[in-house]
């Protein structure tokens, strides 16, 4: 008893001398501490501030009867996005300036599909010009932005008017490994009749075309060039894959590395594919979903159809997509309160259009162009869903004075 009651001593003695020491080193760590948080707070500030000011703009895409153009045509206006002013040090601290972000917009509203883009208004020539210039027979009109129609000055009332499903999805591995993509799918290939093609995005389409008087689903992929090495990363999983690090390098040190020629018919697919994956200009992007239904109109089996319309994107011996964050699954403690609370922030994190910044900063991916072309483009005639409403083919040229 005598030794627990020592030891007792001992360990109060030991954190009182320690704490002790802590706070006389306060003059060290204090300030320390504080300009960390000091730091952190301005430059969240600055960052709110500056897109608070961001005039943006919501185009909507118009697409013609007969639209026989593939994807590839849809990566080429990708890239045109992809080239950004560069951002300078004083820009980026004092004025809390940020790369520039899109957002692609596939929107359902009971059924009508329509196609957009959200931009900034600054960015709005240059994207309109690129478009017309691969795409001149769509038209191109600035649209009210349809988010406004469920946003009501009673929030609460507006919670309970609405039943609301969200979702984002992410890769299941490495970003270098590449989905499916339209290479895959044949529909680079010009010269295949129209109603031979596979086009993965149909699917989709098709299930916006089932959304009944009620029931509404949004579909929206935010992108901005993205900083990440990710074709060092790529490089480190082939060296990998054809075992080459360093170990394997040192012991074969006296030997003839014959590389691929060890690989079997399936590795060498895989880093075949993720050198051609990397080698193309990259995006972080975040992709989500909102259905957003009447109560007594929701169906609970579009949350699985939505699962498997992105399934078309899938390799099995690749890269494919998972559902990260569901309104789905909410478990344990206050499961409906949490569940209220989730939607809410999900809610507003797509009518605001954010993912890269706080406060609705979320894990992103990185695709490239052609796979960012996949999942977002304009279908031709092959997808026929009635409910995707096409015009006549637009007669004339682009309206002048739009810069090239």
Same mark, same amino acid.
């Given at each position: ?157 507006? %919670?309970? &008017?609405? *039943? ?8 299941? =591995?490495? @970003? !270098?490994?590449?989905? $499916? ?47 990440? %090495?990710? &074709?060092? *990363? ?8 054809? =075992?080459? @690090? !360093?170990?394997?390098? $040192? ?154």
């Amino acid at each position: 008893l005598d030794r627990i009651i020592m030891g007792t001593f001992s360990v109060q003695s030991f954190l009182y001398d320690f704490f002790k020491v802590v706070i006389n080193a306060g003059y060290l760590w204090f300030p320390a501490i504080t300009a960390y948080f000091a730091w952190k707070f301005w430059m969240y500030y600055i960052r709110l501030r500056y897109v608070s000011k961001i005039n943006w703009v919501l185009l909507e895409i118009k697409l013609p009867r007969e639209l026989p153009k593939s994807p590839q045509v849809m990566e080429i206006i990708l890239s045109a996005m992809h080239q950004t002013a560069s951002i300078v040090a004083i820009n980026k601290y004092w004025e809390g300036k940020l790369r520039t972000w899109y957002s692609l917009e596939i929107v359902s509203k009971e059924g009508s599909t329509h196609f957009y883009f959200y931009v900034q208004k600054s960015y709005r020539s240059v994207v309109e010009a690129q478009i017309y210039a691969h795409y001149p027979q769509v038209e191109i009109h600035e649209a009210a932005d349809y988010t406004k129609e469920f946003i009501g000055e009673d929030t609460e009332a507006s %919670k309970k &008017e609405w *039943a609301i499903h969200a979702a984002e999805y992410i890769l299941t =591995k490495d @970003d !270098a490994y590449p989905i $499916k993509t339209y290479i895959d799918y044949k529909l680079d290939k010009l010269e295949t009749e129209e109603e031979m093609k596979n086009d993965p995005l149909a699917s989709l389409i098709e299930l916006m075309g089932t959304m009944k008087e009620g029931e509404n689903l949004w579909y929206q992929i935010l992108i901005r060039k993205t900083t990440t %090495k990710w &074709e060092n *990363a790529g490089k480190k999983i082939v060296d990998k894959i054809m =075992k080459r @690090d !360093a170990a394997a390098t $040192k012991a074969r040190a006296d030997k003839i590395d014959f590389g691929s020629m060890i690989l079997s018919p399936g590795e060498r697919m895989i880093v075949e594919a993720i050198e051609r994956n990397v080698s193309k200009l990259g995006f972080d992007v975040c992709i989500r979903f909102i259905y957003i239904a009447k109560p007594d109109k929701f169906n609970y089996p579009v949350t699985n159809s939505i699962k498997g319309s992105m399934q078309q994107f899938n390799f099995l011996n690749l890269n494919g997509f998972s559902r990260n964050n569901s309104t789905s699954y909410v478990d344990y403690f206050f499961k409906k309160t949490r569940e209220g609370w989730k939607k809410k922030r999900m809610f507003d994190a797509y009518i605001n259009r954010s993912a890269f910044y706080k406060p609705h900063k979320r894990k992103t991916i990185v695709l490239n162009t052609e796979e960012l072309a996949t999942i977002y483009h304009f279908p031709g005639s092959v997808v026929r869903t009635p409910s995707l409403s096409r015009i006549e083919s637009k007669k004339g040229e682009p309206p002048a004075g739009l810069p090239i």
